[in-house]
């Protein structure tokens, strides 16, 4: 009989997520995106690839749009995360999301909650972003169905809807 | 919800959102890898290290002792080959006895955890003698190469010879007469959701259901019956939302088997996710593709002959290979009216993972060459790129030479937006240095006319359900991969029964619940599922108006019903809620439960010649596009400034979700042209990352300006034809010819990556110079 696999080691980790506190025990390994989905449960938040390459994870940390699955959920410690969870307020959903609905900015969906964070982040520092500042927020995140016009109508959309 | 689908003369409407667009903005939608799997166990595939060898020993003993690991799984445990022609199946989900691809199954565990799972992997032994492996057509069909598959000589998987009408006669009659070679890349989906599927096996009871990312549950069902040699009536297969296909998820999927048989090793449940390298090996996309064409055109511009080869790098196993290449030389008819076309098609074994079905599936290379080299041959002759198009157009009701239905014909008036929109005869020629304008057009099927697994079946079931809450459910089997299929079948019931499109619910794609489907391929759910879709919906109609008459003591035929409302048309003295015509239906028989069905007829089944089926559709999309680009001269760089595009979807049932399908689509023309391409080496994928297969960002993408033209198909649901393929193909063409008007560059390699605009430039330099040292010279 082979010796089971080591279990990696676990610290307790005390973050805030979508505005609660939280306390877990997490593995010293584990990527932010892992510890939303699986320990967590917040399955909103998507992982598209290996690592840092399509943006379909892209969460809020400290109100700064980052690819959640290469970032240590150890290095949120104290932290503010937010996922596509926290932007439906009492049943309401956000004007991204409304206008990501309204406009068709999603058709698959997969990359969607990842595209509104980075554009809730652009909208939250740069309210009336031009097209080229909507551009280059959401560089990072890769749409395979919309061609990307429907989305840049989408977060012009919600920029006009206001707060 | 922006909706004005009420009122009988069916105004012009933008169109509705997706019914399950609010799931997934919000990130409630639960895609594969979300499903619950914190009991499940999970699975992990060992892969073949080399291109092409024997298997000479597979020991799996030590993984199977291994701590945490409840099953292994290698080709012992599935002797049956799988794929998605049942005359093709020559593939097995764990290789046995030889591998054929860099990547493929040799073996798999379920275990514990991922950790457990992995370091099984690492216990598992596996000796393999090399053999001579072949990664291009010319080196496969080489004579001596080494055949991968014993009964298929020069490792041609299928030839096609085709000939309609008189190529030499045709030919004779020409002006001018050009032939040139072109070289598409290998691409790929890569739709943004890895796969991944979960299985659970029931010991028990006998049962596996299977939630997976499959575009037609209905292959994969019969498959996994077919490879765990299980009852059928004993499988469900469900599908879960879905994060893309475009086609790599047709053809059932080797992972899918190996987690169902993982399931039932383990007798339990298994979570299988691929990494994003794996999902790029199990692939399935457009294959690597040489054509060689030659047109004969009159000097007025009509196209006298066509004659046409194509090479198609296929990969190691057939999959859906024959149809690919049949797909290749069929719709080189459709569009034009052409009166002799020849075609000789080869689809080649190599040992890479292999090729399938993708967006605009087998037309899209030929389509390119077609249109770069019509292009060409205006040029020559001083014609406008616009009026040789014009000069070769077909008259609807027609049937092409190889037995093609042309039903309606929007192609004419595409090419006229698209003229209009772009300011073409106002701007061509009067470009700025480096930029410059090209078009093309370009056509799809609406779906196949005789499915692959042919059965006799109608086409497609779709099942309705009303009751006592006055919820109409749909039950389809077509899988909604993002398309918006499942909103065109509650507006296709709304509208025909005239009722709120929110009483509409639609339950998609659970082999237990749904009636079968032949799936999200083809393009064929707007048109086969819609027409089944508005045929149940008047099913259902009818009982409620024959309630309604017995309510009203009138006759059914003076019943009418709009906006929810039952009235006698005769009369104004009493009108009839919906809910109380339900309530007086359901007094008879309770629960009502209506069919409705489509069937495509024996007509339009195509062509009686070998492969005569593959092609065959109602109604054919017809699309023309205009693109402007910008070529910087001292990088290579192409960057595409514009694209005014014009779609023939017959009727557009969801205008929002049409115009979201046509850009979809040439966006995805646009990726194929300017920077895709998957790249081996010595069988290694060396693109099978997001990084670098390059796909567009948003930073690359242009404006596209979409225009829907509405021929009215007289077959489709409502006029309906498909909206999400027809664009693709012409964009590649359209690109190339803009770039050859922007810098007198012709490009016959795809995709127009800097360096091989770079070459061409230089080459042009290098000519320039020698040709003035000539002159100088002489």
Not at chain 1, 20 to 41: C, I
Request: charged share 25%; aromatic share 6%.
């Amino acid at each position: 009989m082979h010796a089971p696999s080591r279990q990696p080691k676990k610290r307790l980790l005390r973050l805030r997520v979508n505005g609660r506190w939280r306390e877990d025990a997490v593995s010293e390994r584990a990527l932010l995106a892992d510890y939303l989905r699986e320990v967590a449960n917040l399955t909103g938040t998507k992982i598209g690839c290996d690592g840092g390459e399509c943006g379909a994870c892209t969460v809020l940390v400290d109100g700064e749009a980052v690819p959640s699955c290469i970032i240590l959920a150890a290095r949120c410690e104290g932290r503010d995360v937010e996922t596509i969870e926290a932007l439906a307020t009492q049943g309401r959903i956000s004007r991204l999301q409304r206008a990501f609905h309204e406009k068709l900015g999603t058709q698959c969906g997969f990359c969607t909650p990842g595209m509104i964070m980075a554009a809730e982040a652009l909208l939250r520092r740069n309210p009336r972003p031009i097209d080229s500042e909507i551009s280059t927020a959401l560089s990072g995140n890769l749409c395979r169905c919309t061609g990307y016009v429907k989305i840049i109508e989408s977060v012009k959309a919600a920029m006009d809807a206001g707060s | 919800m922006t909706m004005d689908l009420h009122t009988e003369g069916k105004p012009a409407h933008r169109g509705v959102p997706l019914i399950d667009g609010i799931e997934k903005v919000t990130g409630r939608a639960r895609y594969t890898a979300d499903l619950d799997h914190t009991d499940a166990l999970v699975g992990r595939i060992l892969r073949s290290p080399v291109s092409h060898g024997e298997i000479l020993r597979l020991d799996i003993s030590k993984a199977r002792m291994l701590e945490g690991v409840l099953a292994v799984v290698t080709g012992d445990d599935c002797p049956h080959t799988y794929g998605v022609l049942p005359i093709a199946m020559n593939e097995y989900p764990l290789a046995r006895g030889r591998v054929r691809y860099r990547g493929e199954p040799v073996a798999a565990v379920a275990a514990i955890d991922a950790e457990t799972a992995e370091r099984a992997l690492g216990l598992i032994e596996l000796e393999v003698k090399k053999l001579p492996a072949y990664y291009t057509s010319e080196d496969a069909r080489a004579s001596g190469a080494e055949l991968l598959h014993d009964n298929k000589p020069g490792n041609v998987e299928r030839e096609v010879h085709h000939q309609f009408g008189d190529v030499g006669q045709g030919f004779a009659a020409a002006d001018l007469i050009r032939q040139e070679k072109f070289c598409c890349a290998e691409i790929n989906h890569a739709q943004i959701e890895p796969h991944a599927s979960l299985a659970e096996f029931n010991s028990s009871t006998g049962r596996l259901t299977v939630q997976t990312v499959s575009q037609v549950g209905y292959y994969l069902h019969l498959m996994l019956a077919r490879c765990l040699d299980l009852d059928s009536s004993r499988i469900r297969v469900i599908k879960p939302f879905i994060g893309g296909g475009f086609g790599a998820r047709v053809e059932t999927l080797n992972f899918e088997i190996v987690t169902a048989l993982l399931a039932r090793a383990s007798a339990t449940k298994v979570m299988m996710q691929l990494t994003r390298e794996e999902t790029f090996i199990t692939h399935r996309a457009r294959p690597q593709t040489d054509i060689q064409l030659k047109l004969g055109m009159k000097k007025d511009g009509r196209i006298t002959a066509c004659e046409c080869e194509v090479v198609q790098r296929g990969g190691a196993y057939a999959g859906y290979g024959i149809i690919t290449i049949l797909y290749a030389g069929a719709l080189l008819h459709g569009l034009y009216d052409i009166s002799a076309v020849k075609y000789d098609g080869y689809r080649v074994y190599a040992n890479l993972p292999p090729c399938g079905a993708m967006r605009g599936h087998g037309s899209v290379d030929t389509r390119h060459a077609f249109e770069c080299l019509v292009d060409r041959m205006a040029g020559e002759l001083g014609l406008d790129p616009i009026a040789v198009r014009r000069a070769n157009l077909l008259q609807a009701p027609t049937s092409t030479m190889n037995d093609l239905m042309i039903n309606s014909y929007g192609l004419a008036e595409c090419i006229d937006k698209v003229e209009r929109a772009s300011k073409w005869h106002e701007r061509i020629g009067r470009m700025p240095p480096g930029k410059g304008l090209g078009m093309a057009c370009s056509h799809y099927v609406s779906g196949a006319a005789k499915p692959i697994h042919f059965t006799g079946e109608p086409h497609a079931v779709v099942n309705l359900k009303l009751d006592f809450d006055g919820g109409v459910t749909a039950l389809t089997g077509a899988a909604d991969i993002g398309q918006g299929s499942s909103t065109m079948v509650a507006i296709a019931v709304a509208e025909t029964l005239d009722i709120s499109l929110d009483r509409v619910r639609v339950i998609a794609a659970d082999t237990a619940v749904t009636p079968k489907d032949n799936g999200a391929y083809s393009s064929r759910i707007t048109f086969m599922v819609g027409n089944a879709a508005i045929d149940a919906a008047k099913k259902l109609k009818a009982v409620l108006v024959a309630a309604a008459a017995r309510k009203l003591e009138a006759r059914p035929e003076d019943i009418e019903c709009a906006g929810e409302v039952f009235r006698v048309g005769t009369g104004d003295q009493s009108n009839l809620p919906f809910a109380d015509v339900v309530a007086a239906a359901l007094v008879d028989e309770g629960a009502i439960t209506v069919k409705g069905s489509f069937t495509c007829p024996p007509e339009a089944q195509g062509g009686k010649h070998r492969g005569g089926a593959v092609g065959s559709t109602m109604g054919f999309s017809y699309a023309a596009q205009v693109v402007e680009v910008s070529v910087d001269d001292a990088t290579g760089r192409v960057t595409v400034d514009k694209i005014w595009v014009a779609l023939d979807c017959g009727h557009a049932i969801n205008p929002l979700a049409v115009e979201g399908q046509i850009q979809g689509s040439v966006w995805m023309g646009m990726g194929q042209a300017i920077c895709e391409e998957t790249r081996y080496l010595d069988g290694l994928p060396a693109h099978a990352s997001l990084l670098e297969y390059r796909m567009p960002t948003i930073m690359d993408s242009p404006p596209i300006e979409t225009h829907i033209v509405e021929s009215h198909d007289p077959y489709g649901p409502f006029g309906a034809k498909e909206a999400s393929e027809g664009a693709l193909a012409g964009f590649p063409p359209a690109l190339v010819n803009a770039v050859a008007n922007a810098i007198g560059i012709e490009l016959n390699e795809l995709p127009i990556s800097p360096d091989r605009v770079m070459d061409s430039l230089i080459q042009r330099r290098r000519q320039t110079r020698v040709a003035s040292a000539l002159k100088a010279a002489s």
